[in-house]
């Protein structure tokens, strides 16, 4: 079992940052992969950015590439996302997922069902 815990959220004007949290706790973090996904109302659930266990491989979005940062703190049990130039279209709940089996690529890890455990959201407001 995974708990995972986001924070960070909040409302923001378009251009402005900021830094969500992850804390996950009941498994060994360090080998687990750990996703970025969001939500907008009214839309599917999709991909923001990915990090694997192994080492600093990091996966993007193409609409947040450039813009968004995914990192993480294995000392911490924490995945981070660092968010800048915010605009308008950002504006969704975002979800911190865990990947703690199967394979890890640049593929698998932007599906959602990679993933088997989640968090419950935090909600990210940008306004124009």
């Known amino acids: 079992q995974v708990q995972l815990v986001e924070s960070g959220g909040g409302l923001v004007q378009a251009g402005g940052s900021l830094r969500l949290s992850c804390v996950a706790s009941?498994?060994?973090?360090?080998?687990?992969?750990m996703g970025w996904f969001r939500q907008a109302p009214g839309k599917e659930r999709e991909f923001v950015a990915a990090i694997g266990w192994s080492g600093p491989s990091t996966y993007y979005a193409n609409s947040v590439k450039d813009r968004f940062t995914i990192s993480r703190d294995n000392a911490k049990n924490t995945v981070y996302l660092q968010m800048n130039t915010l605009k308008a279209e950002d504006t969704a709940v975002y979800y911190c997922a865990a990947k703690t089996v199967g394979l890890t690529s640049a593929q698998t890890l932007r599906i959602m069902g990679a993933y088997g455990y989640w968090g419950q959201g935090t909600q990210v407001t940008v306004s124009s």
């Open positions: 009941g498994r060994t973090f360090s080998s687990t992969s």
